[in-house]
Structure formats: C-alpha cells, structure tokens
C-alpha cells in the first residue's frame, strides 16, 4: 500500500468515509491497481503485494526475487555515497 501511495501521491481510499464502506473496499471490492502508465516491474509488484487472496499471494522470498527489486540495484558504494551527499 505504501509503494501504491508513493507512486501516486494518494491513498487509494482517501474518499472512504464510513468503516462499512472501507470493510467492503478492502474485503470485497478488487484489489487496488496502478495505472498502466506506470513503469510494468513496480505495477506487478504492487499488484502482487496486493493480491488478497494468501494461497495466491506470493511470499517475502519471492518478493525479493521480483524484477521491481533486482533490476538496476545500485552497489552498496552507491548507497553510501548517496547517503554523503545528503549531509
């Protein structure tokens, strides 16, 4: 859900005002879904993190393994020296 609002600017009940309305979104209703413009790795990760049903769903493990989380990984020297050029 976090990675859904980063990547929109906005939580996807926002507009949700009564606890029986969010129940419905978040048991019944489809899952929440980026919108095709975005890049196709972050909107099947989402979609897989999303998915509700837990047979279906895939695991931390998996997750890890996701092209969204392994494709252009910068090195840890990357990391520390974006980390530096923050101070």
């Known amino acids: 859900m976090v990675l859904f609002e980063l990547a929109t600017g906005k939580y996807p009940f926002a507009d949700i005002s009564t606890f029986p309305v969010l129940y419905d979104f978040l ?3 489809p899952e929440p879904r980026l919108p095709e413009e975005f890049p196709g790795d972050l909107c099947d990760f989402v979609a897989q ?3 509700r049903d837990v047979a279906v769903r895939q695991d931390t493990s998996m997750l890890c393994e996701h092209p969204f989380v392994t494709t252009d990984v910068g090195t840890v020297e990357d990391l520390v020296a974006f ?5």
């Open 83 to 87: 980390f530096e050029s923050l101070s």
């Open 27 to 29: 048991c019944e209703k």
């Open 49 to 51: 993190c999303l998915t």
